[in-house]
């Protein structure tokens, strides 16, 4: 399959999905959750049926909390999300909602600790962004034809960016319309999802640099870097698939407060395997091909040294 001559398609697909992405983090922005804007999460089990939405927002009303979100989880859960309240009003809410209820989980995070919690989150996922061209710029130092060890880097980077760009706007809009929040688990399967995927870059990579290394100067570089692409096409599709897998039945079987974090591995490895074979690799041979451009004579210029 000759991936590098029809790079320019699937630019154009990452193009317009990154677009789309950022337009709709634009336009509505992430939906924090409580770990990033502060409040409280409740959920509970009714052991009987569980009763209507509207029934249980009534109840919450008479304790004047502003917006609350209820979410039905399973048969007989409900999961509330509501602003931030002391354990007098917790253990009050309670015993509203009767006897017939089991508490199955309750956390509540003060406004200055989610501040702290969103200012940690984007560090640390600067700090890997770094750390990982760092490594392949390391890791690399020694291949510097026909393109120097730092461009591999920041190839993979803009598929990193690319990665983490499509999730985010799928939860944009996820938000928006679907109620989704995003919160610590989040940025958890965000720094997941960037480990994943340059390790699937770097296999590809590191394929290019043995056979770099075996042709010497005798293979056009495009020829080069599909058949290293070629070559390690199946075992990406194969261990992506495997993790897929695995994380499916984790959204499938798994309770409403880890579906969040499943669902966005899921999307973040689908596109991270996509940009490891049909985006990073590309990139370094239409970046080869623009430098050699700009090293080439002028053609007037060329026909007079040839006089």
């Given at each position: 399959m000759d991936i590098v001559a029809h790079?320019?398609?699937f630019y154009i697909i990452s193009g317009t999905l990154a677009v789309m992405s950022l337009a709709a983090l634009a336009a509505f922005g992430l939906r924090l959750g409580i770990d990033f804007t502060g409040g409280s999460i409740l959920e509970i089990e009714f052991r009987d049926t569980r009763p209507e939405v509207e029934e249980l927002a009534k109840t919450f009303e008479t304790f004047n909390l502003?917006?609350?979100r209820l979410q039905p989880t399973g048969e007989h859960g409900i999961l509330v999300r509501i602003r931030h309240i002391d354990e007098p009003t917790h253990q009050a809410i309670l015993s509203a909602l009767g006897g017939g209820v089991a508490e199955k989980r309750f956390d509540t995070i003060g406004p200055s600790i989610s501040l702290e919690l969103r200012r940690k989150s984007l560090m640390a996922i600067v700090l890997v962004i770094f750390l990982i061209v760092s490594y392949i710029a390391l890791a690399f130092r020694k291949v510097s034809e026909p393109i120097p060890s730092w461009k591999y880097g920041v190839t993979t980077v803009v598929a990193?960016?690319?990665d983490i760009l499509i999730p985010a706007g799928f939860f944009a809009v996820a938000g928006r319309f679907f109620g989704f929040e995003v919160d610590t688990l989040f940025v958890t399967a965000i720094l997941t999802i960037l480990g994943f995927s340059v390790h699937d870059?770097?296999?590809v990579f590191d394929r290019i640099r043995e056979n770099l290394k075996n042709a010497a100067g005798r293979s056009d570089f495009a020829?080069?870097?599909?058949?290293s692409?070629?070559?390690t096409f199946t075992r990406s599709i194969n261990t992506s698939l495997t993790v897929v897998l695995a994380i499916g039945a984790v959204l499938a079987f798994g309770g409403a407060s880890t579906a969040i974090f499943?669902?966005?591995l899921i999307i973040g490895i689908i596109f991270g395997t996509y940009s490891s074979i049909f985006i990073a690799s590309p990139l370094l041979v239409t970046w080869n091909l623009w430098s050699e451009k700009r090293k080439a004579p002028p053609a007037g210029r060329a026909g007079q040294n040839s006089k």
């Open positions: 790079r320019k398609i502003g917006e609350v990193l960016v690319h870059t770097i296999v020829v080069l870097v599909n058949q692409v070629n070559a499943a669902l966005t």
